[in-house]
């Protein structure tokens, strides 16, 4: 059980991500410091986490008093028990101009979910920027991948 | 819904889910976990000196989200953590409580694995989603919370 420890780059952590399919978990932390799990479709938009998520969600609330988030790609005996961490800071895109720049960008149909279009208040895009990110290969076991922005 | 259908529709789920602890800065953290239950507590099996031990031991809330199905089935689960490392715990959780075999993950057993504890989650809301919340949604809190 050696573990290996490589420096890696942002490009090989994107392309590993992706591995594990759409869907990831978003932690957060609330104003009172508890934190938040939420299961969201998420996508890499230029270097940024991005996911199209509900303006009321607890999410959103959280990211706008805390930036601090952390995203968990789904595990799956389909990729080894791999795991992939990124952790960064948020931003929400809330505009209409925003929105409208992003509308294209999450790989899947957004107006089956928010048939206002990107002029709807009603969603906006939670942007992860990297800070950090790791890989774990079978939980860790196998070796891990590291990158770190400098 | 009460807390012993949540617990056995979670092991109906994927045997993973993710675990969000805060760091003593705020950071949330999250990590794959194989979490088992005892009766109305959740037993996860974690390193000594991993993040989420020295997260718990500043801010003992924790958040936990089943890995959700193909069909959209998932739980999310919040409450309040302690750590266990004493031997008695850890000979009591080793046999019957797991459906793993610990020993692949910490050798020593028991009594011969320093580095590996046990968080217990004791639940204090739980929200069910079926389908993603299309074929229904169930909330649950715990009454003296």
């Known amino acids: 059980m050696e573990e290996e420890r490589y420096v890696t780059t942002l490009d090989d952590i994107k392309a590993d991500s992706r591995r594990y399919g759409p869907f990831a978990y978003i932690a957060t932390t609330g104003s009172d410091g508890e934190p938040h799990l939420a299961p969201v479709a998420v996508n890499w938009i230029g270097d940024e986490v991005a996911a199209f998520v509900l303006s009321n969600s607890r999410k959103v609330r959280n990211v706008r008093q805390n930036p601090r988030a952390t995203v968990h790609f789904s595990v799956s005996e389909g990729t080894g028990w791999d795991s992939c961490i990124v952790w960064g800071r948020a931003r929400i895109a809330d505009t209409t101009a925003e929105r409208r720049e992003l509308w294209n960008g999450m790989g899947y149909d957004l107006a089956a979910f928010e048939p206002g279009g990107p002029e709807s208040d009603n969603h906006v895009f939670l942007l992860i920027e990297p800070v950090r990110a790791t890989v774990l290969r079978t939980y860790g076991m196998a070796g891990r991948l590291s990158w770190r922005r400098t | ?145």
């Not at chain 2, 801010?59 to 302690?82: C, F, K, N, Y």
């Open chain 2, 1 to 145: 819904m009460n807390l012993a259908e949540i617990a056995a529709f979670c092991t109906g789920l994927s045997p993973w889910a993710h675990l969000a602890t805060v760091g003593s800065d705020g950071a949330p953290d999250v990590v794959p976990v194989h979490p088992c239950w005892e009766g109305d507590d959740i037993w996860v099996m974690i390193g000594a000196d991993s993040v989420k031990a020295r997260n718990t031991r500043h801010e003992p809330r924790v958040a936990l989200h089943w890995q959700v199905t193909e069909t959209g089935d998932g739980v999310e689960i919040w409450g309040r953590s302690t750590l266990h490392s004493d031997v008695d715990t850890k000979k009591r959780l080793w046999t019957g409580v797991f459906d793993y075999d610990l020993n692949t993950f910490a050798p020593g057993g028991p009594e011969a694995s320093p580095d590996t504890i046990f968080m217990r989650i004791v639940v204090e809301r739980a929200t069910v989603l079926k389908a993603y919340g299309m074929a229904g949604m169930h909330r649950w809190k715990r009454s003296d919370t």
